[in-house]
């Protein structure tokens, strides 16, 4: 159950990001961002807190993290694209 609640979750926070930034996403693209964006805010919290891996369980502040991790990715994932089309044109 609580892996159905994270892609949930995942998902929300992928597409929160996505729309922030611009971007339509779809819900498998949604979840893959939110997932992989959870990672990248967790890393950064516990490198940034010099803390252990805390952000594996469930908190409003993991939350915050996990969208600003989103947000990264989703940023990153703009300038590559962006960068694509410039060199293709």
Known sequence: ?????????????GWLAAKVAGREEGVIASVI??????IIGGLLSSLLSGGSQAYLSFSWVGLAWSFVGSLILVFLLNAFQ??????NA
């Open 1 to 13: 159950m609580s892996l159905i609640i994270a892609l949930i979750i995942g998902g929300f926070i």
């Open 33 to 38: 961002i939110g997932i992989v964006g959870s």
């Open 82 to 87: 962006h960068r694509s089309h410039h060199t």
